[in-house]
């Protein structure tokens, strides 16, 4: 088994977390998540993650295992990681993988800063890979180095906007049901053909649902069911859920999932995630402005336009900056006020590259100078493109990507706001 680098909780995934729950759900799930993550801090490795990744991804039709496409020019399965990473109370994520891809893998952690993962090698089906992840977290193996958890989470590689009230809410029910999985209306009715290929009967689409990833276990639940499994359930079967009724005796709590949900299976899978993932990173705009709030600008006309065109712009004073990043915002406008140098954007790109946030996506900065026009002169103008275009070639090598924007105004513009 190979280990991945050792540390706490990965960064964020853009988008929703428990704030897309309102009212009463949002602070039920708070309070639950708090509590769960107290009970986990008692006790080594509460909840771990399997994660199966050992697909050909044949039905994509493309060379490249669709876990390891490029998405944004980050492998898919990148994304996915993040997504359990930034649960806190998910202490050990076991990915297996096959072992003509295994150096892949271990330089995908290594260039994303992925933490608590493992690795063990994929078998030659989806079961067979679940199984060896199991094998891995269980005390009874010999060299174990990871201690077994109460829970275990079983997703796919290639389903990346898992959201942790998801996963929250299949762990909370597995505990009190012994297995728990997501699940999500069906959107075609199933019909059943006959041998000749007319149908037979179809199904009444209102009874039946589909089942989506995240599941979850008790971990002896599971492991017992993989243990006793027949070779034909290995090798055919697909339904973890089906094993735990089979094999445990355990009626799984079936769990309302979101639409994000859904697997990236065929090329134009990777669009759409494409889609997704620039649409959820472009969602917050962060106006850095060298100047207090209350203090007249014409910055501040800048920031209002911005706030017309933009749903989610947030206004911060260079102060708070460590927390902008922190909460994963990739697209700054940064305002120089009380100086025509690049003093606040050269800040604002040592904290961006200190925090490692262009290592994920990239980081958008646009540098805003306000010049007046009938005190400066022609050769000190063109300094300053030139200024913001070596800014630019070096910050683009950080995967920031910085644009310049001068602005020029006559002074009495300035008495007039």
């Known amino acids: 088994m190979e280990l991945g680098p050792p540390g706490g909780s990965g960064p964020a995934e853009p988008g929703p977390r428990l704030r897309g729950l309102r009212g009463a759900d949002a602070a039920a799930s708070a309070s639950s998540l708090s509590r769960f993550g107290a009970e986990a801090g008692c006790r ?232 997704i993932i620039k649409e959820r990173i472009s969602q917050k705009v962060c106006v850095v402005m060298d100047t207090k709030e209350d203090e007249e600008h014409v910055g501040h006309c800048l920031e209002e336009m911005l706030k017309t065109e933009l749903n989610h712009v947030k206004v911060t004073s260079g102060q708070d900056l460590q927390q902008i990043i922190l909460e994963q915002c990739y697209n700054f406008v940064c305002v120089n006020v009380m100086t025509s140098d690049f003093e606040e954007t050269q800040r604002l790109l040592n904290m961006v590259e200190e925090s490692n946030l262009s290592i994920l996506y990239p980081v958008v900065v646009i540098s805003v100078h306000f010049l007046d026009y009938e005190s400066v002169p022609l050769g000190q103008k063109m300094e300053k493109v030139m200024q913001i275009r070596e800014f630019a070639k070096e910050a683009k090598k950080r995967n920031i990507l910085l644009s310049g924007l001068l602005i020029y105004f006559p002074q009495i513009f300035f008495s007039l706001l």
């Open 44 to 275: 080594a490795s509460a909840v771990a993650a399997v994660l199966p990744a050992g697909g050909s991804g044949e039905r994509m039709g493309v060379p490249t295992p669709k876990q390891f496409c490029p998405i944004l020019e980050r492998p898919l399965i990148s994304y996915t990681l993040q997504a359990l990473e930034r649960v806190s109370w998910i202490k050990d994520i076991i990915v297996a993988v096959t072992r003509e891809n295994m150096e892949t893998m271990k330089g995908i952690i290594q260039r994303y800063q992925h933490k608590r993962i493992s690795l063990v090698e994929a078998g030659v089906t989806r079961h067979r890979s679940i199984f060896n992840g199991l094998k891995a977290l269980a005390e009874d193996q010999p060299n174990c180095r990871l201690s077994k958890p109460e829970v275990v989470i079983i997703h796919d590689a290639v389903r990346p906007f898992v959201e942790e009230d998801v996963l929250l809410k299949v762990v909370t029910a597995a505990q009190e049901h012994g297995a728990s999985g997501a699940i999500r209306p069906l959107v075609s009715t199933v019909i059943s053909p006959s041998a000749d290929s007319c149908l037979d009967h179809s199904l009444e689409r209102a009874r039946y649902r589909a089942s989506e990833m995240p599941q979850a276990f008790l971990f002896d639940v599971i492991y017992d069911a993989y243990q006793q499994c027949s070779d034909y359930d290995l090798e055919f079967g697909t339904e973890c859920l089906h094993l735990a009724l089979k094999y445990s005796h355990i009626k799984a709590k079936l769990v309302e999932g979101s639409p994000d949900l859904w697997k990236v299976t065929y090329k134009r899978d990777l669009y759409a995630a494409e889609s």
